[in-house]
């Protein structure tokens, strides 16, 4: 492929990303926190449950652990993107609904730039507002309809370096933009005749900078047999950006009778997140993985109104804990037959809330997998592969709507031989 062509694909996929991240969800909790969280997976570790952390592979843009990058080798350019489609069904009290969506998800590139040195560059999700409800309350005479509805989201575009400083060993770094947005409204109206309606906006924008770090350990167990051990860090810290509350009192015929905006500096944080996990490769055919990530919620503040005033109170976050494992399977890695090279990759993952709605946790997730990764030929390349993974996704507390997602991620990894020397007789 030509470079140039490769890199106007890079940028205009990059591009496509960032664009693509906000209302990407209908989900009712994604009213709450910084939305719903992504899980920052590629098409490749997608159907593995997201494991990521321990593992290793020059084919692959692992950038849940940054050290990974050193893997590549001299000779190779790798493109990852893909995009993402989801039908939900939610269910409360006795009624259910239907909704789908879908989105560019990410697009990720990584290369060598000296002996044990490689980068990587992309653009990820990292949560999702999108939601559009009405809740009616009834006294004895009459009633008043809130509807809440929001959307946006946040993302991260990162540059980052992995560097295999001694045999077995590496480190990484991704260093972050870190931006969004979002808008929510809340009017509520009252049957009462000639009734005011009071209309409640929340806004924020925000735009700072996300540290992630890395490390892996690699070491041949057995004669088969491949251990990878990894650990990663993200710094939490303030964000640069304030929470906006108007409220609105306008009259039957649309006039404003009372307005008030209030205004909460700095108002969001990110959390402290470490992560950990292991991967073994056997035969150079069965790799099985397993990770553990702790999300350091519970310190943080965040802005909330209590019908007096709006301000950053605590109690509202809580430390959230995500556990996942997955399995690749590829038959033959050198054979000839079509099915010996296909990776066959499932996994399972369960979450817990970050956040509390009133004084409930929020609702648990529980995620399945499954994928392949099926091999590209053509006249000009034998390496890149295409991803296709399903995933049902479970999120549930008691009291609360239930909702259940089947989603479909398609993603192809081009690997491209870039810096290969061409002799001609």
């Known amino acids: 492929m030509n470079k140039r062509y490769f890199v106007s694909l890079l940028t205009g996929m990059m591009m496509m990303s960032a664009n693509a991240q906000v209302s990407s969800t209908l989900s009712p909790y994604s009213q709450f926190g910084l939305g719903v969280l992504a899980d920052q997976s590629q098409g490749f570790n997608r159907g593995m449950g997201g494991v990521a952390y321990g593992l290793r592979s020059g084919n692959n843009v692992n950038m849940k652990n940054p050290a990974s990058y050193s893997a590549v080798d001299s000779l190779t350019m790798l493109l990852d993107v893909g995009v993402t489609g989801q039908m939900t069904n939610y269910k409360e009290g006795g009624k259910s609904l239907n909704t789908s969506t879908g989105n560019f998800d990410y697009a990720v590139a990584s290369f060598r730039v000296l002996p044990h040195v490689g980068v990587a560059t992309g653009v990820v999700p990292f949560s999702n507002i999108g939601y559009s409800y009405s809740h009616i309350e009834k006294n004895s005479s009459t009633s008043s309809t809130s509807t809440y509805s929001g959307d946006g989201g946040f993302s991260q575009a990162f540059i980052g370096t992995g560097w295999e400083f001694a045999k077995c060993f590496s480190i990484g770094a991704n260093l972050s933009y870190f931006w969004g947005k979002y808008s929510k409204t809340i009017p509520v109206v009252s049957s009462e005749s000639n009734s005011s309606v009071i209309t409640r906006s929340y806004s924020a924008s925000v735009s700072s900078y996300k540290l992630d770090f890395g490390v892996q350990w690699q070491q041949m167990v057995s004669k088969n047999d491949l251990l990878t051990i990894g650990a990663t860090a993200g710094l939490g810290h303030k964000l640069t950006g304030d929470a906006d ?31 950990a996990g292991a991967s073994l490769v056997h035969n150079n055919s069965l790799t099985i993985a397993a990770d553990y990530t702790f999300q350091k919620w519970s310190y943080i503040e965040y802005p909330i109104f209590d019908n007096s005033k709006y301000a950053l109170q605590s109690g509202y976050f809580m430390d959230r804990h995500q556990f996942a494992a997955g399995v690749d399977w590829q038959p033959k890695p050198q054979g000839r037959k079509f099915f010996q090279l296909v990776h066959y990759r499932m996994g399972v993952s369960y979450a817990t809330p970050y956040y509390k709605i009133g004084t409930q946790d929020g609702p648990s997730e529980l995620a399945v997998s499954a994928g392949f990764g099926i091999p590209v030929y053509n006249q000009w390349n034998n390496r890149s592969v295409l991803n296709i993974s399903a995933q049902w996704v479970r999120n549930a507390t008691t009291g609360f709507v239930k909702e259940n997602t089947f989603r479909i991620n398609v993603g192809i990894t081009f690997n491209e031989r870039w810096f290969a020397k061409w002799k001609v007789d």
Do not use: K, R, Y
Not at 254 to 259: F, I, M, R, T, Y
């Open 245 to 275: 509350l108007q409220i609105v009192n306008t009259n039957s015929s649309g006039s404003v009778l009372s307005e008030s905006t209030t205004s909460v500096p700095d108002a969001f944080q990110l959390p402290h997140i470490f992560g």
